[in-house]
């Protein structure tokens, strides 16, 4: 969620973060550290609209629903969509990938997967609540099918 505060995004239901305003509080119940790293976050949030969104071009939301999606793709980059005076959105036009760097990046992304340790990988997704299960493409299909089954 570039560009927006973490409180932000919290309002909105974009992220599970600690950082949230204490309601009702005379201080903050967050240690120092902690309050100094959240405001860092929110500083670097500001600079980077500040120096990203707001100096790129922007399109219109009313320009944007003029756009083929050929016009989209020849975009030179990330572009603002504002409502008014606010930003809403920003725009990615998705590149054809090099097949040279994606098959680099996908040798480099098989060998580390050699190197990995099964074990404290399913501990660490324990830990963090989520189901360590590695479904095959098998099991996956079998699932499907009994689910389209029940319909």
Same mark, same amino acid.
């Given at each position: 969620m570039a560009g %927006? $505060?973490?409180e932000g995004a919290q309002l909105r239901g974009g992220s599970n973060n600690r950082i949230s305003p204490q309601v009702g509080c #005379?201080? @903050?119940a967050r240690g120092p550290r902690e309050t100094i790293a959240s405001r860092r976050s929110e500083l670097l949030d500001? %600079?980077?609209m500040q120096v990203h969104v707001n100096a790129m071009g922007y399109i219109s939301i009313r320009d944007l629903q003029k %756009? $083929? #999606?050929e016009k989209i793709r020849r975009l030179a980059g990330p572009t603002a969509v504002k409502s008014g005076e606010r930003t809403v959105a920003l725009l990615f036009p998705l590149? *054809?990938?090099d097949p040279k760097?994606?098959?680099a990046a996908l040798k480099r992304a098989r060998e580390a997967a050699k190197k990995r340790d099964?074990?404290?990988d399913d501990a660490a997704l324990t830990a963090m609540g989520i189901d360590p299960t590695d479904y095959s493409d098998e099991t996956v299909r079998a699932i499907q *099918? @009994?689910?389209r089954g029940r319909r």
């Open positions: %927006l $505060s973490r #005379g201080r @903050d500001q %600079l980077y %756009l $083929s #999606g590149k *054809k990938p760097r994606l098959s099964r074990a404290s *099918k @009994d689910w």
